[in-house]
């Protein structure tokens, strides 16, 4: 059986408040007008738009935290990796503003490692901080938001075909899915005394003690696929046009979030054409270190 992310009905929630038709064309254009920008001045806005989202939508902090924190500590894990080799943002900026080196006192195969503290690393960080934590609060949002019942005919509603719109619902189901056959899987084989809590040696001793719960689930999420299939053949799936069980109307809310949305984009294209919102970094740091 499909299960679903934890979503439930909200009473005060801002976006279950809206059609989800028109909540998925508005992240649509948020995703790409905060992908035009790389100055910081500019992403702000994007994320104080992510963060009121994030209050207003009735999720609580225990729904998200553990999605919440491995997104935002991958997050922070990759800005300082960006901000510690230099990597990224050399096709943003030719010239760098040294502020201070850090040598070790040791050399590798006649390498020394050297920390270089810019002050363009340090924008190009801070810029990839706000512009990817704006997308993933967002994203975050979406599962926990939006009703599963409504998957299909939401993608259906924007313009996908039968099949990509039930295939869209098949994927959205099936990393929950996939995760209660796992959690259930490990529990069954705690309950025959293995034990999974105690797995030492390398990765390949490892990935071998592992084989009792993935060699399971691969199998049944196999079948169950298959089933899947059957059940749509038997039903005369993609023979013609599907109907739906749900109708989803447009209200004058939604037509004022979708504008809304399509006036973002729109601006954030001319802006870019305009060669603004480029990456930036302040002229009194430049001047104070060069």
Do not use: N
Not at 187 to 216: F, M, N, T, W
Not at 222 to 230: A, K, L, T, W
């Amino acid at each position: 059986m499909l299960v679903a992310w934890r979503y439930r009905k909200r009473a005060h929630s801002l976006i279950q408040s809206f059609d989800p038709r028109a909540w998925v064309i508005f992240y649509a254009c948020f995703l790409f007008s905060t992908l035009s920008f790389w100055d910081v001045r500019f992403l702000l806005p994007f994320l104080l738009v992510a963060f009121f989202v994030l209050f207003t939508s009735g999720v609580k902090w225990h729904e998200i935290r553990r999605a919440f924190l491995f997104i935002i500590g991958f997050i922070f894990f990759f800005a300082i990796l960006t901000f510690i080799t230099g990597r990224g943002g050399t096709e943003l900026y030719e010239k760098e503003h040294l502020i201070r080196e850090f040598k070790a006192s040791f050399s590798i195969f006649g390498w020394t490692p050297t920390l270089q503290i810019t002050v363009e690393r340090a924008f190009f960080a801070i810029s990839q901080l706000v512009r990817v934590s704006s997308i993933a609060i967002m994203t975050i949002l979406i599962p926990y938001s939006l009703d599963p019942a409504l998957y299909g005919i939401t993608f259906k509603g924007l313009g996908l075909h039968d099949k990509f719109a039930y295939a869209m619902d098949l994927t959205m189901r099936f990393i929950p899915t996939f995760g209660r056959d796992f959690q259930m899987t490990m529990d069954a084989q705690r309950a025959r005394g293995y034990e999974l809590d105690k797995i030492s040696g390398g990765i390949v001793q490892q990935v071998r003690r592992l084989g009792p719960v993935l060699v399971p689930v691969t199998i049944h999420a196999i079948i169950g696929s298959e089933d899947i299939i059957d059940a749509m053949d038997l039903r005369a799936f993609g023979v013609g046009p599907r109907t739906w069980l749900d109708v989803l109307t447009y209200q004058l809310r939604d037509r004022i979030l979708i504008i809304f949305g399509v006036l973002i984009l729109s601006s954030s294209i001319i802006i870019g054409l305009g060669g603004y919102g480029k990456f930036w970094v302040p002229e009194i740091l430049i001047k104070l270190f060069t």
